[in-house]
């Protein structure tokens, strides 16, 4: 069990690094941020890319489907005829 009202090893030469440099903390902050911002760029980026490739598909799929209809129909039939009788199964 942890005793709440003794000190954490440490905690003075805290204190005393943080009045010794206020500057510090600041500074790891505003790193810390800039960390961030760039890791929030990276993920929209990310985001942006993922969203292109999907409508790319979304436009292959469509086009495969107008130039190949019947055969398009026939392959969803199958498909969920397949699912159909794994479902049945369980």
């Known amino acids: 069990m942890v005793n709440v009202n ?3 090893a440490g905690s003075k030469q805290a204190r005393t690094a943080t009045r010794d440099h206020p500057k510090s903390g600041s500074t790891t ?3 810390a941020q800039e960390k961030v911002e760039q890791l929030r760029a990276g993920a929209a980026d990310c985001a942006r890319e993922g969203r292109d490739k999907v409508q ?3 436009r292959s799929f469509a086009q495969y489907v107008r130039e190949q209809p ?3 129909i026939l392959i969803a039939a199958g498909i969920g005829l397949v ?3 794994f479902w049945m199964r369980r």
């Open 6 to 8: 003794k000190p954490v």
């Open 56 to 58: 790319q598909a979304e």
């Open 70 to 72: 019947l055969k398009s």
């Open 29 to 31: 902050r505003d790193t």
């Open 83 to 85: 699912l159909g009788r």
